[in-house]
């Protein structure tokens, strides 16, 4: 029996179709994989679903009713629960004040009945087999108990359905085993899972079918049993992706960054060498650690372990500064929290970097300042008006430029780009992949790092793969196809060697 | 119609940058009807006289709020570096080294509240809080135990004459320390716009994670910004000696935190940091001192001062918060 049937939705965001007549359902008692890249329209079908955005057009049925219009209280109260990918738990309130939040037992005098929340709380962890104590703090609980809290709260809700969005990014082997345990025993009991999430292994342990989206639209649906990893990869990518030449061969330089055995936080065990000259593109899922490499070789996190030598020269687990003064640059992800100072102007942004390497002569001299700034606002072709104009008064593709131009202002030989093209239009997007290879052919040496497979191949001469925070495997330009980057990625390639094994 | 439009953008923009400056205006416009043909130059003069002190010490507050820090401890350390400042000059009989003496203190109670913010990254609001309870009972307490009631001047030494003049005489009808005040005021407000420590600090206060992440040290910036207020303090205290003649621990520099705050944010400098003018602190400093004639000029109850001074406080954020309230409702009827 179908528990949901969601039939021919579709969705627009400023006149953009994200959600192209999707169909989708679900059978009572099963875990269904939503499968599909980022940017695929998954997020928002879920969204659709729980409430959060409204539909411009399709059905939605549940338990046999339709759903007009969806509020996150009405889907709350028809059954379904929402397990988002963040944590929204609150750290300063008890385990049990958090399962209660707003629907906390009074007793007689209109009090909190705790002893008797405190019991039912007891009961439902018994109930799934974990072990954490109602009245401990959540702030005190590690992630992994705090992503089961997440659950419980919605069992807690007597949910018939569970939208479960990435609930394994913060879990180890061990704990995933145990979720996946809790969520085998419920579907015994006839609940139903909707279960995103990128790692192949994992889809292929615990689902029954599946639905792949691409772009925005139904590709496929199926039993699991009846698909293998490589073809789920290769309906997820799509074929007959153009790729717009922007690349040239050039020759390449000595090593200028070497990483022995390098570990920190979210990375082991990473040995590469990068040469002079070289585009070098990082890819894995979110959370595979390329982006805490990155920041280990800027300064920004310490690395505990390995080696480090840029120029030749061992680097200790340092600060920015001195990977600044060593002409290391990073553009840091998420340009809005790590980037852009939105109290300053086009100018200023474009030298707070600068000013940190030149701090011995304190004066600023603005005419030659504006005169540098428009060179590199020529140069990157930046749109905009006046040099004293706030920076937030510009488009997104802009203000990454800007800090583009921060960083190409500090002279800077080896350039650390985590995520360039994250919110910026495809314009901006295609200018700054000529960028990279005219920094190149200039001798820069730059690192991207981003999810975005199609980026790798369009500028870099190698692509490593992270999964897990080591290092899956360096592919040659030759090799770098997206769905052997997808398979490497999301450690597809681990299954097929197990399923030989057992053959 | 362009033209009106760049007009009007004229307009906002200088509204917006140099609101302190009209906010000023007003009130001084208001003083002068107040005392109509009874204002001379001393009496014009005697603005930015009363408001040295305060003054100076609020510039020191400006640049830590532009951090996004506060000094909650500024009153009471007037109270001490002014009370030490009096023992060395009653011991030296020595206006330089009293001076340098008043600095050096600053200094150290800069870095100390610097220190615990910047390096241990402590909350500014606790820190203060603390050293604003510590250092006003230390000046009590070694005001007691030499058995004294006030930090008094020495009238008999030979150099009490000339300290009286730094603090009380005019130099061509303008008072000496209004001079010592504009000199401050330069090198603040060129500090603050043509250095690179000042966009550091602007920066910080904008966005602390990308000047970090920009090569910033967030940390040595704080400890400095802190270091600056202290010396600023410094020279505050000195000038206090010099124009008051007495330190009482009770009472000076009291509530000297709130009125530097609020001569602050009247100036136009955002409470959240990274946005405003060093230059805006002075105009509302002296913008609370016209306050205090006014009332003066009435004749009312003294008693009545800090009900006015808070209510223009309220008055003075609204009408900077105009443009920001307007957009607001416009958004709201549009959607």
């Known amino acids: 029996m179908k528990i949901l049937q969601m039939t021919d939705i579709t969705k627009r965001f400023f006149g953009v179709t994200v959600l192209d007549k999707v169909s989708f359902d679900v059978e009572e008692g099963e875990v269904h994989a939503l499968l599909g890249e980022n940017g695929a329209g998954k997020s928002t079908l879920m969204n659709i679903l729980g409430g959060v955005h409204q539909r411009d057009g399709g059905t939605v049925e549940f338990c046999g009713k339709q759903m007009d219009s969806i509020t996150v209280k009405s889907a709350d109260e028809a059954g379904i629960a929402f397990v988002h990918q963040e944590l929204n738990v609150i750290n300063d309130l008890t385990v049990y004040e958090n399962l209660f939040l707003n629907k906390e037992i009074l007793g007689k005098f209109r009090h909190l009945n705790k002893r008797e929340m405190i019991r039912q709380s007891q009961e439902l962890f018994n109930r799934l087999g974990v072990d954490i104590n109602p009245t401990d703090m959540v702030g005190s609980l590690d992630t992994s108990r705090k992503q089961l809290l997440e659950i419980a709260k919605a069992l807690h809700a007597e949910a018939k359905l569970f939208i479960l969005d990435e609930p394994t990014t913060a879990l180890n082997t061990e704990e995933i085993e145990h979720l996946f345990g809790i969520v085998r025993r419920l579907r015994g009991e006839g609940k139903s899972f909707i279960f995103i999430s990128h790692k192949m292994p994992e889809i292929f342990e615990i689902a029954d079918r599946y639905t792949i989206l691409r772009n925005g639209s139904f590709i496929s649906s199926g039993r699991i049993a009846d698909i293998t990893p490589e073809e789920v990869t290769r309906q997820m990518v799509g074929e007959g992706y153009v790729n717009q030449e922007v690349y040239e061969a050039r020759k390449l330089g000595e090593p200028i960054l070497e990483l022995e055995g390098l570990t920190g936080k979210g990375f082991h065990d990473v040995t590469l060498s990068v040469h002079k000259g070289e585009v070098l593109g990082f890819t894995g899922l979110k959370g595979a650690g390329s982006s805490e490499l990155m920041q280990a070789v800027f300064g920004a996190i310490p690395f505990t372990a390995g080696k480090l030598k840029v120029w030749g020269k061992p680097v200790a687990s340092g600060t920015i500064h001195k990977a600044m003064k060593d002409k290391v640059a990073m553009l840091a992800a998420n340009r809005k929290e790590n980037s852009v100072i939105p109290d300053m102007t086009l100018l200023e942004n474009t030298y707070c970097a600068e000013h940190t390497l030149s701090g011995r002569h304190p004066h600023i001299h603005v005419k030659r300042e504006v005169a540098k700034y428009n060179k590199l606002k020529q140069m990157l072709n930046i749109k905009a008006e006046s040099h004293e104009d706030l920076i937030v008064s510009l488009s997104g593709g802009n203000q990454q430029k800007v800090i583009l131009a921060r960083w190409l202002n500090t002279e800077a030989e080896i350039l650390l780009l985590d995520n360039p093209t994250q919110g910026i239009d495809v314009g901006a997007k295609t200018e700054i992949y000529k960028l990279i290879q005219e920094l190149a052919k200039a001798g820069k040496t730059v690192i991207v790092n981003t999810l975005e497979i199609p980026e790798i191949q369009k500028v870099a001469d190698r692509c490593v793969v992270f999964y897990h925070g080591g290092v899956q495997a360096v592919l040659e330009r030759s090799e770098i196809t997206e769905e052997r980057v997808m398979l490497l990625a999301t450690n597809a390639s681990a299954i097929r060697a197990e399923q030989g094994q057992e053959v | ?335």
């Open chain 2, 1 to 335: 119609m362009k033209e009106k439009n760049k007009a009007a953008a004229l307009v906002k923009s200088i509204w917006h940058k140099y609101n302190f400056i009209l906010i000023f205006l007003a009130i001084l416009v208001v003083f002068l009807i107040i005392n109509h043909g009874a204002t001379t130059m001393t009496t014009l003069m005697n603005i930015p006289r009363h408001s040295t002190v305060i003054g100076i010490i609020a510039l020191g507050m400006g640049l830590i709020i532009l951090t996004g820090d506060i000094d909650l401890s500024v009153g009471s350390q007037l109270a001490l570096v002014g009370g030490l400042t009096v023992m060395v000059f009653n011991n030296t009989n020595n206006i330089a080294l009293s001076f340098l003496f008043a600095v050096f203190m600053g200094v150290i109670l800069g870095l100390i509240n610097g220190v615990l913010i910047g390096l241990v990254k402590m909350p500014a609001f606790i820190v203060t809080l603390a050293t604003m309870l510590m250092y006003r009972s230390i000046a009590q307490t070694v005001m007691n135990s030499n058995n004294w009631t006030i930090y008094q001047l020495d009238a008999g030494l030979s150099q009490w004459q000339p300290l009286w003049v730094i603090g009380n005489q005019s130099v061509f009808q303008i008072p000496i320390l209004v001079l010592i005040l504009v000199v401050v005021v330069a090198i603040m407000t060129y500090l603050s716009t043509s250095t690179k420590f000042g966009k550091r600090v602007y920066a910080l206060g904008s966005n602390e994670r990308a000047a970090q992440l920009s090569g910033i040290n967030v940390s040595m910036t704080r400890v400095l910004v802190f270091v600056i207020a202290g010396v600023l303090m410094g020279i505050a205290s000195f000038l206090y000696v010099a124009n008051v003649g007495s330190v009482d621990p009770a009472t000076s520099g009291k509530n000297y935190e709130l009125y530097s705050i609020a001569g602050v944010v009247i100036g136009g400098i955002s409470m959240s940091g990274g946005r405003g003018r060093i230059l805006g602190v002075v105009f509302g400093s002296m913008s609370f001192t016209i306050i205090d004639k006014i009332i003066t000029a009435l004749g009312l109850n003294p008693l009545i001062n800090d009900t006015i001074k808070g209510a223009i406080l309220l008055l003075a954020i609204a009408v900077q918060m105009l443009p920001a309230i307007t957009q607001k409702l416009r958004k709201a009827r549009t959607a």
